[in-house]
Nanobody, 121 residues
Framework: QVQLVESGGGLVQPGQSLRLSCAAS????????MSWYRQAPGKQREEVAS???????KYDDSVKGRFTISRDNAQNTVSLQMNSLKPTDTAVYFC???????????????WGQGTQVTVSS
């Protein structure tokens, strides 16, 4: 099986920074796109940032210029550096990855358990 484990959430003041990390482990042949999503109370889950295996990144307009997604293909990890945090960034952040468990196998989508990010003065 495959597991995604996130870390790095917490409580910060507006304008401060946090770095989230996510590690994929288990039976992994290849990892394709990796993404970060977030879900605020009473709202739908939304994609914040994504990165392809080749390093092509995409960001939601609300975080462009403040968040940076990166990955380490050798370690099967993805990180999200969040700067200039705002109260509107408060949410549970989820790691997502497209993973193949064996050669020529199907691409399946996996989710982490989520980590809380709270931005408040």
């Amino acid at each position: 099986q495959v597991q995604l484990v996130e870390s790095g959430g917490g409580l910060v003041q507006p304008g401060q920074s946090l770095r989230l990390s996510c590690a994929a482990s288990g039976r992994i042949f290849n990892v394709y796109a990796m993404s970060w999503y977030r879900q605020a109370p009473g709202k739908q889950r939304e994609e914040v940032a994504s990165i392809t295996r080749g390093g092509i990144t995409k960001y939601d307009d609300s975080v462009k210029g403040r968040f940076t997604i990166s990955r380490d293909n050798a370690q099967n990890t993805v990180s999200l550096q969040m700067n200039s945090l705002k109260p509107t960034d408060t949410a549970v952040y989820f790691c997502n990855a497209e993973i193949v468990m064996e050669y020529a196998g199907p691409v399946d989508e996996y989710w982490g358990q989520g980590t809380q990010v709270t931005v408040s003065s």
